[in-house]
């Protein structure tokens, strides 16, 4: 009999958290081993969630297989000929089965035999058949264990204390493969496997395993032709492409109509409009020639640059750009950038079908359209329940992040939406987690606290290899005691940590987490800690001060929690202009950091050909900021504007902030690509990237940008003179 429940509706990606995937696991009998010719009579399969194994919604089948079943067969599955006689064929139940599934990756034992069997079942029948994603059990042992012999589904139960009830049976051993599954995952996550794409990369290890299906034909597709591979045994999967430039033209998403001025109104009128409305452009009337101008915020700048307070008089008419740039607005977007790089522009204008002057298509513009469309995620947060739920967020990140710098975002702008985010979900995990306590019985929060996220997440810089850097400011009249594991705050802070860890966030491995006692505090002990970093600049002490003064409120409960952290900052933000002993030693730390670069300016990749773009490059800009940051009082957490403010606060020429300003934008953009390109191809991301893949611009950048890092040294030196 077969019961089934609604099939998953989820894509899964590369990135999709192994907490969030949808999965079906499934198993077959058939007459015999040979996938090409011997059939299927029977067909079992069940559903996770999760960890949990849905043992009330299976699917369970007998078919008749069209030819007798063999004795040795049946000896082994229990299944004779008579027992499927009138049974249903397989064209019959294929799309129960195919409804079944749905877009759940399917997991088994020795999988890829079962999806051969149905390749060559469908072409019998003349059916199409979606090949889903799947899974090995066997693949997955293997790849955890190098060197494991016997990947059998008894020897694998055996291994982890699992009884196999209904040996030989489709539903007793997908239920046995289930188990198995389930209880790998603690071993996946031990070994840092947390992602769809990385237990694919992980099932490609065991070569000889692979290279014994494949002579078993397992991989072949119907009528012989030995080019098909399962997507979860390719070497890298294919990036999709984002089909929103690609269905969009430019007049569904111009800013229309135009906003005009005359030419003859000054500068300053100018500019109070477009701050007035919000817009970086305005477009300027046409003159006797009937040609419309364009009138930028890089032109206002350029004239102030130029003629200092007098610019502000002069007309519009003399600084604008004539005739403006069009395109119809019918173009598809893709076209429309392709013309917008060509020309190197950050404005165009839009015309109607009788070329007259609709309205404006910029850059922010599509980023805000853009955006719309994958408000879902903001959705999905704030409706997540489980750390599940938050998962699929999490997982969504890379597509985004992909999305949004083909869609021209600069990197850093991107790096700011991954940030949101992320800080977005540690506010629902807190969230969530004071539910549960009021849920428990623990009552709701017994002060007022605050909730920060610190490190890249509260700069706005976070990238796709994220860990969790966060803390807990409470309010000082609470008089619990924090040190016990039963105290409120503590299990609070445990089970955030424990929420974002399962969604995907994994644990800080040095520990910066609510959860630990350091990182958990009433705000008086905060302040003693800080004045404590501050006077006592001890290595441990400037890693906590590096890592702290990034801080930013996630979530904040109660009257006093926003002003909690406020008051946090105030403090801290004084004790470090007041300590020249910390503020030069963090100068040391981050001047003392060497750009990887070897003799004749060559870059130095290690064995896999690869270079720690944050240790030698990223890591002193970030820290150099910091530094002159706090020194000169600059409220900004963002390594450029900390760079730019911190120059003008000690009325320094802006060359070397803006350069490394660059560079930082530049270095950002190297890592979030080559991320992207990793969690596709199943690789876990870090902030190593290939140089050998950069193009011959970017890595002739490269080269010159390593160059110029000491000029954070200069910087240092000069922005933290007299301390």
């Given at each position: 009999m077969s019961k089934r429940g609604g099939p998953p509706r989820n894509q899964h990606g590369p990135a999709t958290p192994l907490i969030a995937l949808d999965t079906v696991v499934l198993d077959t009998e058939t007459t015999g081993l040979d996938v090409r010719q011997d059939r299927?009579?029977?067909?079992?399969?069940?559903?996770?969630?999760?960890?949990?194994?849905?043992?009330?919604?299976?699917?369970?089948?007998l078919l008749d297989p069209g030819v007798p079943i063999p004795e040795i067969a049946s000896r082994i599955h229990g299944i004779s000929t008579a027992d499927v006689a009138g049974k249903p064929a397989f064209s019959a139940i294929a799309p129960d089965l195919a409804a079944f599934i749905g877009d759940a990756v399917v997991i088994g034992h020795s999988i890829h035999f079962d999806m051969a069997v149905f390749r060559h079942e469908a072409q019998r029948h003349g059916l199409t058949w979606k090949e889903p994603h799947a899974v090995d059990v066997g693949l997955i042992a293997a790849g955890l264990q190098p060197g494991l012999v016997d990947t059998s589904l008894d020897s694998l139960a055996t291994g982890l204390g699992i009884t196999i009830s209904g040996r030989h049976s489709a539903l007793g051993d997908a239920m046995a493969t289930a188990e198995i599954y389930v209880a790998l995952l603690p071993q996946l996550l031990a070994a840092g496997v947390r992602s769809l794409g990385e237990i694919d990369a992980l099932c490609r290890k065991p070569s000889d395993l692979i290279a014994r299906q494949d002579n078993a034909g397992w991989f072949e597709r119907p009528g012989g032709r030995p080019d098909f591979t399962p997507r979860a045994l390719r070497s890298g999967a294919q990036k999709a492409i984002d089909s929103f430039l690609y269905r969009n033209r430019l007049g569904e998403v111009m800013s229309s109509p135009p906003i005009t001025v005359s030419p003859e109104v000054s500068l300053y009128e100018a500019a109070r409009l477009m701050?007035?409305?919000?817009?970086?452009?305005l477009m300027v009337e046409p003159g006797a020639d009937g040609?419309?101008?364009?009138?930028?915020?890089?032109?206002?700048?350029?004239?102030?640059?130029?003629?200092g307070p007098g610019a502000a008089s002069v007309t519009v008419g003399a600084r604008m750009t004539a005739p403006v740039i069009s395109a119809p607005a019918d173009m598809l977007l893709y076209r429309t950038l392709g013309l917008m790089a060509r020309r190197n522009l950050r404005y165009i204008g839009v015309t109607d079908a009788k070329g007259d002057l609709a309205g404006v298509f910029t850059l922010r513009t599509l980023l805000r359209e853009r955006a719309l469309a994958t408000l879902t995620l903001g959705d999905e947060i704030a409706a997540a329940s489980r750390p599940r739920e938050l998962a699929k967020v999490q997982a969504a990140l890379p597509s985004l992040a992909a999305s949004l710098l083909a869609d021209g975002l600069d990197a850093r702008e991107a790096a700011s939406v991954i940030s949101a985010e992320g800080r977005a979900m540690t506010a629902r995990a807190a969230e969530i987690a004071e539910a549960e306590m009021l849920a428990g019985g623990a009552g709701p929060a017994p002060a007022d606290y605050a909730l920060l996220v610190l490190g890249s997440g509260g700069r706005g810089e976070s990238l796709l290899a994220p860990d969790q850097d966060n803390a807990l400011v409470i309010a000082d009249d609470y008089d619990g005691d924090l040190d016990a594991a039963s105290d409120w705050f503590t299990r609070f802070a445990t089970r955030i940590n424990e929420i974002l860890d399962r969604a995907g966030i994994p644990?800080?491995?040095?520990?910066?987490?609510?959860?630990?006692?350091?990182?958990?505090?009433?705000?008086?002990?905060?302040?003693?800690?800080?004045?404590?970093?501050t006077r006592r600049p001890t290595p441990q002490s400037l890693l906590n001060v590096d890592i702290f003064y990034d801080f930013t409120p996630a979530h904040a409960s109660g009257a006093e929690g926003a002003k909690i952290a406020d008051r946090l900052r105030t403090h801290a933000g004084s004790a470090a202009r007041s300590a020249p002993g910390m503020l030069r030693a963090m100068g040391e730390t981050a001047g003392g950091h060497s750009a990887p670069l070897g003799l004749f300016g060559r870059i130095r990749k290690d064995e896999s050909g690869r270079v720690d773009?944050?240790?030698?490059?990223?890591?002193?800009?970030?820290?150099?900021?910091?530094?002159i940051a706090l020194r000169h009082g600059v409220a900004a957490l963002d390594t450029p504007g900390r760079l730019t403010g911190a120059a003008k606060a000690a009325e320094r020429a802006q060359t070397d902030a803006a350069l490394l300003s660059d560079i930082h934008g530049f270095l950002i953009r190297l890592i979030l690509t080559q991320q992207i390109a990793d969690i596709q191809a199943g690789v876990k991301p870090s902030n190593r990237v290939e140089v050998n893949r950069l193009n011959h611009q970017d890595g002739a950048h490269l080269r010159e940008a390593l160059g110029r890092i000491d000029l954070i040294r200069d910087m240092l030196r000069d922005l933290l003179q007299g301390v």
């Open positions: 299927l009579v029977q067909i079992a399969a069940v559903r996770l969630h999760g960890a949990d194994i849905l043992a009330h919604d299976v699917f369970d089948v701050t007035d409305r919000g817009i970086g452009c040609q419309f101008g364009i009138l930028t915020e890089r032109d206002v700048l350029s004239a102030l640059a130029e003629a644990y800080c491995t040095g520990g910066v987490m609510a959860k630990n006692r350091i990182w958990r505090r009433r705000l008086a002990e905060w302040t003693a800690a800080v004045d404590d970093w773009l944050k240790a030698g490059a990223l890591l002193p800009i970030v820290a150099g900021a910091r530094a």
